[in-house]
Each structure stands twice: as C-alpha cells, then as structure tokens.
C-alpha cells in the first residue's frame, strides 16, 4: 500500500506540472489571440492537444495505481474525479500527503477554466467586430435583414452600422 501511496503522489505532482504547462500555454494563447498570430496559435493548438492528452495519461496511470493497490474505485478515464480518488486514499496518508497538492490541483483547475472563458470570450467578440465591419464596408447597413444579435435571438431590420458605432473597442 505504501508503494501505491507514494505513485500516487507522484502522480498529482506530475499533474500539477501539466496543468501550470497548460495555464502558461494559456496566457501564451492570450498575447498571440491580441497579436493576431495565426502561426503561434496553430502552435499553441498543438501543444495543448499534447498536454490534454498527456493529462489523460496521468489520469490512467491514477486509475492503474488504485488497481494495484486492490482499490475499487469504479471510475474510467472520461468519469475521472479528483476528489474521488482522493476519498478512496486512507485518511491517514490523505491528511498528510495529498491535502496541498489535491488543493493546487482544484486552483490550478479553475484558473484553466477562466483562462480558458476568457479567452473563448476574446475570440467571440473580435469575430462578432469583424462580422459588423465587413457588414458596413459591403453595405449590409443599407439592407434591414434578419441578423442574429450574438446568436441569442434572431432581430429584423437591426443594422449593422448602428451597432457598429456603439461597440466598444
């Protein structure tokens, strides 16, 4: 058991590693998305798609870890949870070892998922100023037609000079 404890910890330390790699990866995402970098941000792309995929392989190595250790755990890699696996670890060995770590894990998680919205909502409006002045410069103004209004609901005779003017750049 005690080999079992020790992987373990290893393993929620390599996993903080991945996810302080996916957080700068993150704010490197963040300056090229202001730069306009299409090149770094395919880059940006790829190192992502290898740091989830990396993730996911800690993950399999946790699940094989509690295994050995004869740990019925029940999960797979898409049900994995973090807070689970450390239920399942002895109260003993949990208290001391796992719980800084299980902390910085559910820290470094949530600052990914801001990151991440922020990000997300970065690249919607940029597209949405990008639609309204393409809008302007081909005279879409001078045309009412039905036009989506941040595809919440569909609005007629809106134009797009109008919204144009009061966006906030």
């Not at 946790?62 to 999960?75: K, N, Q, T, V, Y």
Request: charged share 30%; glycine share 4%.
């Amino acid at each position: 058991m005690q080999t079992a404890i020790q992987t373990l910890e290893a393993l929620f330390y390599e996993k903080i590693l991945l996810y302080q790699e996916l957080v700068a990866c993150l704010k490197r995402e963040r300056d090229a998305l202001i730069k306009t970098d299409m090149d770094v941000l395919w880059e940006i792309a790829d190192e992502k798609q290898s740091i989830v995929s990396r993730i996911a392989t800690v993950r399999e190595k946790i699940l094989a870890a509690l295994s050995e250790a004869s740990i019925d755990h029940g999960m797979n890699v898409s049900s994995f949870s973090l807070a689970d696996v450390l239920a399942l670890i002895p109260q003993g060995h949990r208290a001391r070892r796992f719980k800084k770590t299980y902390l910085s894990l559910v820290a470094l998680k949530d600052e990914i998922h801001q990151r991440s919205r922020e990000n997300r909502l970065f690249i919607e409006e940029s597209l949405d100023f990008l639609d309204e002045l393409i809008g302007v410069i081909v005279g879409a103004a001078d045309k009412p037609k039905p036009v989506y209004n941040n595809g919440r609901s569909l609005t007629c005779g809106k134009r797009h000079a109008n919204l144009l003017l009061h966006k906030e750049v």
